[in-house]
């Protein structure tokens, strides 16, 4: 039996606390398998990404397919052994994150994927070829545009790895462009859009038992960010320019690591960010700072766990073997002196 993601033990309480919320439920059970970001960060972040299309809506189906995921990346460790994910499994996932994310999918809209996951895995039925990151932009485009050969003829390019930075942008303002179409929106300058909190690498349980509680989006993304940026409620990661404070710059990459169409936001006077026009990716000193923007370091490993590392007893026992390792350091240098 798994552990019970709908609840958790109070100890100051006494009793079991009711956790409502199905994006709760999804950050606490996610708690569970922290030690996937230490041992294996790219499945970490597929799980997180896959975790994070859960929302109120959802319910025990979706919760029960992420436990079964979670479950499956644990016992197989694939990581572990060839250093990155298991195309068949990423592709897959990835599938059903696109899916998952796209606004008009319930709807009946969109185009089918499926000939994009094959391309995935013509490519990938013997080694991993493709960063999530690239099999989702593949498949997003196969979604929005629904161009097979546009689709396969990027796909091509990044195996050969003649898919540049500018490229990326590009179709990236081109998806962007079509899910407006479908939205009815002409652009989406003018847009504000409220900060998000940074990465914290654990669950706040305050009040879960409120079914409308809000849970931080991103608390459970193996990045730190650098100290001058902002994160927005989209993922998006913003920079302020260096010629104008109040104009900021986004990053190539989302803080989960997927691609954007960069371009520049205003700060308001009440602290949310204003969306303006697209970073002009002919320029190649622009396009640079929003790839720059887009390093996100890893944390500490003393920084991602959610329980302390070593118990108080091991704490001691540590302090205890310095003390013996000092003292019998001192003694041996007076009998050195004495000789």
């Given at each position: ?8 033990w ?7 606390v009711?956790?409502a ?6 950050q ?5 398998y ?8 790219n ?12 929302g109120?809506?959802?319910g ?5 397919e992420?436990?079964r995921?979670?479950?499956?990346l ?13 195309p068949?499994?990423?592709?897959e996932?990835?599938?059903?994150i ?5 606004p ?16 995935l ?27 097979a050969?546009g ?9 050969a790895?003649n898919f540049?930075d ?11 462009e079509v ?6 929106v002409?652009?989406l ?6 900060t ?6 654990r669950v ?26 902002e994160l927005?409620?989209n ?13 900021w ?8 690591q ?12 009440g ?5 303006a026009e697209?970073?002009?990716?002919d ?6 700072k929003?790839?720059?923007a ?5 944390p ?22 310095e003390?013996s ?5 001192k003694e ?5 002196e004495s000789?």
């Amino acid at each position: 039996m798994y552990p019970a993601y709908d609840s958790y033990w109070d100890i100051r309480k006494g009793k079991s606390v009711r956790i409502a919320s199905p994006v709760g439920q999804a950050q606490f059970m996610l708690s569970q398998y922290s030690n996937l970001a230490k041992n294996s960060p790219n499945e970490w972040m597929l799980l997180r990404r896959f975790a994070d299309t859960i929302g109120i809506e959802h319910g025990t189906k979706e919760l029960r397919e992420l436990r079964r995921f979670a479950e499956h990346l644990k016992s197989r460790s694939f990581e572990l052994s060839h250093g990155h994910v298991n195309p068949t499994i990423a592709i897959e996932a990835e599938k059903e994150i696109v899916l998952r994310s796209a606004p008009y999918y319930s709807s009946g809209m969109g185009h089918d994927i499926s000939y994009a996951a094959r391309i995935l895995w013509d490519y990938e039925n013997k080694a991993s070829v493709f960063t999530q990151a690239e099999r989702n932009l593949i498949l997003t485009h196969a979604y929005f545009v629904g161009n097979a050969s546009g689709t396969e003829q990027i796909a091509s390019n990044i195996a050969a790895h003649n898919f540049s930075d500018r490229d990326i942008a590009v179709t990236c303002a081109r998806i962007e462009e079509v899910n407006l179409e479908w939205s009815g929106v002409e652009n989406l300058e003018g847009l504000e859009i409220d900060t998000a909190e940074h990465p914290l690498f654990r669950v706040d349980l305050r009040n879960c038992e409120d079914p409308m509680k809000s849970y931080p989006r991103f608390s459970f993304y193996h990045v730190i960010l650098p100290q001058d940026t902002e994160l927005l409620q989209n993922g998006v990661v913003i920079q302020p320019c260096a010629d104008d404070p109040e104009r900021w710059q986004s990053a190539l990459w989302k803080i989960d690591q997927t691609y954007m169409a960069p371009r520049y936001y205003i700060k308001t006077d009440g602290g949310r960010f204003e969306t303006a026009e697209y970073v002009d990716v002919d320029r190649p000193q622009d396009l640079e700072k929003s790839v720059s923007a887009g390093c996100l370091v890893p944390p500490q490993v003393d920084d991602l766990s959610i329980v302390p590392k070593k118990s108080i007893r091991a704490q001691l026992r540590k302090t205890a073997q310095e003390i013996s390792q000092q003292s019998a350091s001192k003694e041996h240098s007076k009998g050195g002196e004495s000789r």
